[in-house]
């Protein structure tokens, strides 16, 4: 019984990965007509990111931020990041130190009624590229969430990745399933053992 707790156990485990990750859907649409042509160096494009299950935390010793990179050899400029109100959006341009990535950053700030503790965000943002490639703009962007902490002055102490992984594409349907037939595999050979072992349950 004990083996068979144990198995129940790393099942919930496992179900609660999928439940908990966060997804980051993304669209990519041309601005207006300036779909990029045979001579332009570079095109305009707007990226939507849908943020599910994201939950971002703002206090005065916590503060937490998701990162959405973009490509320095791709991408020339970022611009007219939007959102709901609520969220602080910033941008910080490709090659800027020479070789580093763009930055899409949002993080949750305080409210009316004091700071926000544990926001949960079902919202979207978007933001307006200079994009240099010669396809399309990729729809698969590199993330991760950020936890910042702070002493009663202020001064940073402490930086750790909360979550990393890659946006996904509006028409790609986001693949926690493997996980979560591992855990119902777990699940029923767990429910069989107890069964076997229990003369009501047969």
Not at 119 to 127: C, E, F, S, W, Y
Not at 182 to 192: E, H, P, Q, S, T
């Amino acid at each position: 019984m004990k083996k068979t707790r144990l198995i129940i156990l790393c099942a919930g485990f496992v179900l609660g990965l999928v439940c908990h990750a966060s997804t980051i859907l993304v669209d990519v649409q041309p601005l207006g007509s300036s779909a990029k042509g045979p001579s332009s160096a570079s095109a305009g494009y707007r990226y939507t990111f849908t943020l599910n299950d994201l939950s971002l935390h703002s206090s005065p010793d916590i503060a937490e931020e998701l990162d959405i990179r973009f490509d320095p050899g791709l991408f020339g400029s970022l611009s007219n990041a939007t959102g709901p109100s609520g969220l602080e959006l910033m941008l910080f341009q490709p090659n800027n130190p020479p070789g580093e990535s763009g930055d899409l950053s949002v993080s949750a700030v305080p409210g009316n009624g004091g700071p926000y503790t544990g926001v949960t965000l079902h919202t979207a943002v978007t933001v307006d590229v200079s994009y240099l490639g010669a396809n399309l703009p990729p729809r698969i962007l590199p993330f991760q969430v950020n936890r910042f902490s702070y002493d009663q002055t202020g001064a940073q102490i402490g930086f750790d990745v909360q979550q990393a992984g890659n946006t996904t594409p509006v028409n790609v349907v986001p693949e926690p399933t493997g996980l979560a037939m591992v855990a119902g595999i777990l699940a029923l050979w767990a429910f069989r053992r107890i069964r076997s072992t229990v003369p009501e349950l047969r």
